[in-house]
């Protein structure tokens, strides 16, 4: 009788071995998986970039004059001069990330890629492009140049004032 | 009496090199034709019959035929081309210039990588109508019509990356544009712009990464996925033939029993 005993217990336990062994053999493939898409994710993201720098010197605000709508084609920014003071806005198309252009006869800003076209405060008139471009953060620095942060945004109407 | 070309190649068939190279043996047999075909790395992947009236223009108008032609050709300009250009900012320009202008027969091997790539996507195009129209995509080829949109994605994507190589205006407003439509993916959008070129704008790691997506990672899928949808042609019975379709052919007999 504890002959008896002892098999039925025994094969159980050898199916829970070999179950225990299954699982542990896909839980750490799944971990390892896991663990390589995290690693290619990181490897694929550089941690230095040698992109230029965001802030722009675009300046003595007297070489602007009153009422000029001026693009910088390497930076890709508007410095305009408008009545209330300086500002600057993001010439890059908010649609598909195109450089617009302005055009001085018709008193906007179009961009030659898809046809969307802004407002020289940066509303968007018509076009594909889903949102206006926006105002980047502008101020003067201690040497009197205009200064222009491309990697920030700030609410449109915030004039410098010379 | 003389001897013919067909004479000549019989013997060359006899020897002990050819014999080791190529184990089918001599003969034109149907045997010795089939072993030809099932014997071969390169062939084993295609059926070893065909039917004669697949061969034909009207059957198939080797699209599928001229695509993997244009190919080849794509591959072997391609690392021609790939001996001059140096994929970085300063240089990428100006080896294209100079493949144009300064190296021997360079102008004609960019225009033939050139033309060969937009030929492979209107073939590729005209294939996939020829196969919906005709209905050879039905199964039991579904499997094999969806290795062949892969391909066209891999096509696609070939172009894509290729586009920017050259490095000029065009170059890099058509990626600046493109890259920017992948931004439009919900949640991970701007995650998979930035992985895409590496950085924030296209530059210097982008151009390194999409050289290394056109000249290695997409060709060998392309490969891969090509030797597939070959081998699926054998798989599922050979090139799709209308009327000697089993299915077709259980199916009108079915309807021949009922009549009677």
């Not at chain 1, 980047?136 to 140049?145: A, E, K």
């Not at chain 2, 190589?165 to 439509?181: C, K, R, Y």
Request: glycine share 6%; with cysteine.
């Amino acid at each position: 009788m504890p002959e008896e005993k002892q098999t039925k217990p025994a094969s159980a336990i050898e199916f829970d071995r070999r179950a225990f062994f299954t699982k542990l053999g896909l839980g750490s493939l799944s971990i390892a998986a896991a663990g390589t898409a995290v690693f290619a994710y990181q490897f694929l993201s550089p941690n230095v970039l040698f992109e230029p720098s965001p802030i722009v010197n675009a300046g003595k605000p007297e070489s602007y004059a009153l009422d000029s709508v001026t693009l910088d084609v390497n930076s890709g920014i508007y410095l305009i001069h408008a009545k209330e003071g300086f500002f600057a806005l993001s010439a890059v198309c908010t649609h598909l990330g195109c450089l617009t252009a302005w055009k001085p006869e018709l008193g906007i800003i179009a961009c030659p890629c898809h046809g969307s076209k802004f407002h020289r405060e940066g509303d968007k008139i018509e076009g594909p492009a889903p949102k206006p471009l926006p105002w980047l953060r502008t101020w003067l620095s201690d040497d009197g140049d205009l200064m222009v942060d491309r990697s920030t945004t700030i609410r449109p109407l915030q004039f410098v004032r010379v | 009496m003389a001897k013919t070309i067909a004479s000549y190649f019989d013997e060359l068939r006899a020897t002990r090199i050819w014999r080791s190279i190529f184990r089918s043996g001599t003969g034109s047999s149907t045997l010795h034709r089939a072993l030809a075909i099932q014997q071969n790395v390169f062939l084993h992947l295609f059926s070893t019959k065909v039917r004669r009236r697949m061969l034909s223009f009207s059957a198939t108008w080797y699209l599928g035929t001229l695509t993997f032609g244009t190919f080849l050709i794509l591959v072997i300009t391609g690392i021609l081309l790939m001996l001059y250009y140096h994929p970085s900012v300063p240089q990428a320009y100006a080896d294209m210039k100079d493949l144009q202008f300064v190296v021997s027969s360079g102008l004609f091997l960019r225009n033939l990588h050139r033309w060969s790539a937009h030929a492979m996507v209107f073939l590729v195009f005209a294939h996939m109508f020829k196969v919906f129209y005709r209905g050879a995509y039905r199964p039991p080829r579904e499997f094999n019509w969806v290795i062949g949109v892969i391909l066209l994605l891999i096509t696609l994507l070939l172009s894509y990356t290729g586009y920017l190589l050259p490095w000029d205006q065009l170059a890099f407003w058509a990626i600046t544009v493109g890259s920017n439509i992948a931004s439009a993916v919900p949640v991970m959008g701007d995650k998979v712009h930035f992985l895409m070129l590496g950085g924030n704008l296209v530059n210097a790691n982008a151009l390194l990464r999409f050289y290394v997506l056109h000249c290695v990672i997409l060709p060998l899928t392309a490969i891969l996925f090509i030797a597939v949808h070959f081998w699926r042609i054998r798989k599922d019975g050979g090139l799709y033939a209308h009327q000697s379709e089993p299915a077709t052919v259980q199916a009108q007999t079915a309807k021949a029993k009922e009549a009677q």
